[in-house]
């Protein structure tokens, strides 16, 4: 970068499960990377639970670094719980975030850097060459972005790219759940935030396992489905079960209305007739939808009433 930056400091966020024997090279790497900045710089590692000497490798960088902060989780809370415990405890103004298995390269900061300064609130790494299998890796994330961009409406080549770069502002406002962390352009656009994307270098793993499997991608649909309801309807779900109700209540009662006409006119039984309980079924259930969307509202009203409670629990803090 050159000339002088608007920003002072930038936080690097990184979640680590067992990367044992990544973190010295990775550390290396964005400690070059840093220094060759101008402006002061911080790394947050996150500790999700670790059950290999991750931890103790990472206290030793904190008392080599003082700009290394460590936040030990009590147990594996999953990434987007990580990923918020670090957002929480960082200082700087300007947030990004990568993996610990070394298939991020931290050469690519700068160009986060460069690309938040032109006025986005965001911006996302595009793994364009990706380096991972085929068929348990590419395939379904080629799937996972197209559905992603569909239901979502944000056009974005890669969704789950780890390699992120945020303002404050924007992330600290954003609860993560599940595997939320992978939608996060999604949930940012939904707060009205500006995204570029940039095109990043991608590695292939050389230590250990990748913690990604296909339950993942399950599970990721799932909460696809959540973010495109917290983005349309969170607010509103009156509006989202309500209309189906109203269609279902009123076609039973037309139906109702259609069978007694025929009871007194044509003096037909009404007792055998499978239209009947249609028309039976159809209101009741248009009732229900519209109590759903009722509740919905109520409980949505709760939620953002409600005081905030954390979604992991920090066991230390090793500043």
Request: proline share 4%; glycine share 8%.
């Amino acid at each position: 970068m050159d000339g002088k930056s608007q920003f002072t400091c930038v936080s690097v966020v990184i979640t680590i499960y067992n990367e044992e024997d990544n973190l010295p090279e990775l550390y290396e790497k964005l400690s070059k990377t840093l220094s060759s900045l101008k402006m002061n710089s911080e790394i947050v590692f996150v500790d999700d639970g670790s059950t290999d000497r991750s931890f103790s490798i990472l206290a030793a960088l904190n008392k080599k670094d003082k700009r290394v902060r460590v936040v030990r989780l009590r147990r594996n809370f999953g990434k987007s719980a990580a990923l918020k415990a670090g957002f929480n405890y960082t200082k700087g103004d300007i947030i990004i975030t990568m993996d610990g298995d070394l298939q991020d390269d931290p050469a690519d900061i700068p160009l986060f850097l460069a690309k938040i300064e032109e006025g986005y609130d965001m911006v996302n790494g595009w793994r364009a060459d990706r380096k991972d299998p085929f068929v348990s890796k590419k395939l379904p994330s080629k799937f996972s972005n197209w559905l992603a961009s569909r239901v979502t409406g944000v056009r974005m080549h890669d969704f789950g790219s780890p390699l992120k770069a945020f303002r404050p502002e924007v992330i600290k406002g954003i609860d993560l759940y599940g595997e939320m962390h992978r939608y996060l352009p999604a949930l940012a656009s939904w707060m009205g935030a500006s995204i570029g994307e940039i095109k990043v270098k991608h590695y292939p793993r050389q230590h250990g396992k990748s913690k990604y499997g296909i339950t993942r991608l399950i599970r990721g649909f799932f909460d696809l489905m959540t973010v495109k309801f917290l983005m349309s309807y969170s607010s509103k779900p009156l509006q989202l079960f309500g209309l189906p109700g109203l269609i279902s209540f009123f076609a039973g009662v037309i139906i109702g209305i259609y069978l007694v006409l025929e009871k007194f006119l044509s003096g037909i039984t009404l007792g055998d007739r499978p239209l009947l309980l249609l028309s039976i079924l159809l209101i009741v259930l248009g009732v229900q939808f519209i109590m759903i969307g009722l509740l919905g509202e109520m409980t949505a009203r709760i939620y953002y009433e409600a005081q905030e409670k954390p979604i992991y629990s920090v066991k230390e803090i090793i500043e």
